[in-house]
């Protein structure tokens, strides 16, 4: 089955159009889909209620949406008044053709900033309920200003990832509610923009540090690099552009996944065809 990241910025491609069939259309064959920078009630896209309007685009996948950002907003004077109670969300969103059993969102640790923006992130978790059993997924989108921030949201990341089975996810104990017991996976994939490349102090802190004589070595408990694991790195290889400078680019987008995923992984690669976003969508395959 083929598992996949996009970071859609709001719905604005590189030409500076926003369409969201066009990013659909990047995603089809997918199966279980992470998707980054999903708003609802942004005034940069006409206010536009993105979960809803992507889910109609994909009528065979179930969806949810974590929102970890969500304020209040007011139509700025001369603008159009807003109906009442208009929010501002920013977060993410999964969707897959299985249903998706339970949602949390972890809401990462962050710090006031004064110069920069710095929205509240977080990583979208749920449980699917694929034909061969029950895996986790997380939709994950990092602070993009600071490296020690992103730091102590790995960190934080992996404690609840590793924590996952013991704390027992959303819910625990239904059958007070009448609600069956759900099922509490050890396996999981990771995916989305962690605004960090390839062995940086971030990826290190998360996928590990690579030992001088064996390399990087598989540990349960740490999150292996799908497409590290794959040999699919390139000299060049890259997963963001800078639409002013397409001579600028960087490795921000990934797909980890648990030590009991990493002999099922089949193929992985990121499609820089796909001009929905200054990002570009990765697929990566896990097999039976």
Not at 39 to 45: E, H, S, V
Not at 126 to 138: E, F, N, Q, S
């Amino acid at each position: 089955m083929i598992f996949a990241s996009y970071n859609i910025q709001y719905g604005f491609g590189l030409d500076g159009r926003y369409d969201l069939e066009r990013i659909a259309k990047g995603l089809e064959g997918a199966d279980v889909i992470a998707l980054q920078e999903v708003t609802r009630g942004f005034a940069r896209n006409g206010h536009a209620d993105m979960p809803g309007a992507i889910g109609a685009l994909f009528p065979d996948h179930f969806w949810v949406y974590g929102p970890a950002c969500d304020i209040h907003v007011e139509a700025a004077p001369g603008q159009i008044s807003l109906p009442r109670g208009t929010r501002f969300q920013f977060g993410n969103m999964v969707l897959s053709r299985w249903p998706i059993l339970s949602v949390r969102t972890l809401l990462l640790p962050r710090s006031r900033t004064v110069d920069k923006i710095n929205l509240q992130r977080g990583a979208t978790e749920t449980v699917i309920a694929l034909p061969d059993g029950a895996v986790r997924v997380y939709s994950v989108h990092l602070d993009h200003v600071s490296g020690d921030e992103r730091i102590a949201q790995l960190r934080y990341l992996n404690e609840r990832i590793n924590a996952f089975v013991h704390e027992g996810a959303s819910l625990t104990g239904g059958a007070e509610f009448g609600l069956s017991e759900l099922p509490l996976p050890a396996d999981y994939v990771v995916m989305g923009d962690f605004n960090m490349e390839p062995e940086s102090p971030e990826y290190c802190a998360f996928a590990g540090s690579a030992d001088r004589f064996y390399g990087r070595t598989a540990r349960i408990g740490t999150p292996v690099d799908a497409f590290a694991a794959l040999g699919a790195y390139g000299p060049e290889s890259y997963s963001w552009m800078d639409p002013d400078d397409r001579g600028r680019r960087m490795h921000l987008d990934y797909c980890f996944v648990s030590c009991g995923l990493k002999d099922r992984l089949k193929s992985a690669f990121i499609d820089t065809d796909c001009q929905g976003s200054d990002h570009f969508p990765l697929r990566v395959e896990i097999g039976d």
